[in-house]
């Protein structure tokens, strides 16, 4: 499979999900259906300077994102939960547990492409690119697609801390939690200690990547 790889860089409430949603279905895309943070996530395997990896050992630090597959998925536009149709759960996974083949990250990448649309029954016929929502920016995308093309989504950083804040509020009263939550450090980014941070810092990185 010859699909160019595409990234899609962007800030949260930066319209990235919205974008996602428009280009699914289009037939010279073969789209990564979730949110797909992977230089992020696996940050803790480059550290250690390796130049590759089993294939099983990038899985199990991937675990969580891939077991979005095998239920309703909810984190997306206005909380709605869906799945994926049409998608070899099983059959994917099992491409990734106990491979002990070694591969650089970017070889990954291209093993998951493939993999992906290996088990798709419905697919495009022949897509162009693989596109990938990947949520902050990362070097090594830059290092092992120095040459992919890549779209950056960004927004007004005051309509960035608005939305942030009225997202925040509207989660703690479907979820009854105090409201004073909004105002403390975000979890999944606990380097950042404000939401004005939170709000503001992922823009500037965006800007400067």
Known sequence: ???????VIGSGRSGSTLLRSIL?????????????????????????NKKKF???????NLITDF?????????????????????????FVSFFQNNNKE???????????????ECLSSKPINPKYFMIFHNQP???ILKDFPDSKMLITTRN????????KEFYFKSCVETGRDFSCVYQPYT?????????????????YCNEF
């Open 1 to 7: 499979m010859k699909a160019e790889i595409i990234f």
């Open 67 to 91: 077991t979005n597959f095998d239920k309703f998925y909810n984190n997306d536009l206005g909380g709605k939960k869906y799945n994926i149709n049409n998608f070899d759960y099983n059959k």
């Open 157 to 164: 950083p005051l309509d960035t801390y608005i939305s942030i």
């Open 103 to 117: 591969i650089t990250t970017k070889e990954f990448i291209l093993f998951l492409r493939d993999s992906y649309f």
């Open 54 to 60: 089993t294939i099983s050992e990038i899985y199990q």
């Open 188 to 204: 999944a980014n606990p380097k950042f200690k404000t939401l004005i941070e939170t709000s503001l810092i992922p823009i500037i």
């Open 24 to 48: 699914d279905g289009h037939e010279e895309i073969l789209l990564w259906p979730f949110e797909f943070d992977f230089y992020n996530i696996i940050n803790k395997l480059l550290d250690s």
């Open 138 to 140: 990362s070097d090594y």
